[in-house]
């Protein structure tokens, strides 16, 4: 195994996202202590830290390997981002389990649809829906269709979109308001429907 120890974050994450898996094992060796201590500190209870602890690192090499991380800050703050909110969607999630309640007989909790898994038919829909939505997008103009994809598909905020394209906030903020009654305006003119 090559010794990467010499380089930065950013250029082991380069490193893996071309292919180099011996660059994202000195990036989890170099962070891992860290990252563990910290949803430890929030979670306080070393079982659930772990779950969460690989659950980060398996939406950090999805996202990497996917080409949507983007090396605007540090990436010991966007690997923490990322287990903080994994570590409230578990409080979430904690919260909800607990509220139900399944003392009331003629309630059967668990008979929900939503519970149930999707039918062929309706993943049929959602491809449709999101096939329609794709080529709605590739209608806009370039500048709404940029912010449009930053935001929705690589997950940047406005600040970060805006640094990137070289405008302001508001700026970017009024592209994505245009982009969004666009794509209204043309799945009514085409009468297509973009909720199941």
């Known amino acids: 195994m090559r010794n990467n120890n010499h380089l930065t974050d950013?250029?082991?994450v380069a490193a893996y996202a071309g292919g180099d898996n011996a660059a994202f094992d000195t990036l989890l060796m170099?962070?891992?202590?860290?990252?563990?201590?910290?949803?430890?500190?929030?979670v306080k209870d070393p079982a659930l830290a772990d779950d969460i602890f690989q659950?980060?690192?398996?939406?950090?090499?999805?996202?990497?390997?996917?080409?949507?991380?983007?090396?605007?800050?540090?990436?010991?703050?966007?690997?923490?981002?990322i287990a903080r909110n994994l570590v409230i969607d578990s409080f979430r999630q904690d919260k909800t389990e607990a509220a139900v309640s399944t003392d009331d007989a003629n309630y059967d909790?668990?008979?929900?649809?939503?519970?149930?898994?999707?039918?062929?038919?309706?993943?049929?829909?959602?491809?449709?829906?999101?096939?329609?939505?794709?080529?709605?997008?590739e209608e806009?103009?370039?500048?709404?269709?940029?912010?449009?994809?930053?935001?929705?598909?690589?997950?940047?905020?406005?600040?970060?979109?805006?640094?990137?394209?070289?405008?302001?906030?508001?700026?970017?903020l009024g592209r994505m308001r245009y982009a969004i009654l666009n794509l209204r305006r043309m799945a009514k003119e085409?009468?297509?429907?973009?909720t199941r």
């Open 55 to 81: 659950e980060t690192f398996v939406k950090a090499i999805m996202t990497i390997r996917q080409g949507r991380y983007s090396d605007l800050g540090k990436f010991s703050a966007w690997i923490c981002r």
């Open 109 to 137: 909790v668990l008979n929900r649809r939503e519970l149930s898994e999707g039918t062929i038919e309706d993943a049929m829909i959602d491809l449709q829906i999101e096939d329609d939505v794709r080529r709605l997008i």
């Open 190 to 194: 085409q009468s297509l429907i973009l």
């Open 10 to 12: 950013e250029q082991l």
């Open 140 to 172: 806009l103009p370039e500048v709404q269709r940029e912010v449009l994809k930053m935001r929705y598909y690589k997950d940047l905020s406005f600040k970060e979109i805006a640094e990137l394209t070289g405008v302001s906030i508001n700026t970017a």
């Open 30 to 42: 170099r962070h891992k202590a860290k990252l563990f201590n910290f949803i430890l500190s929030m």
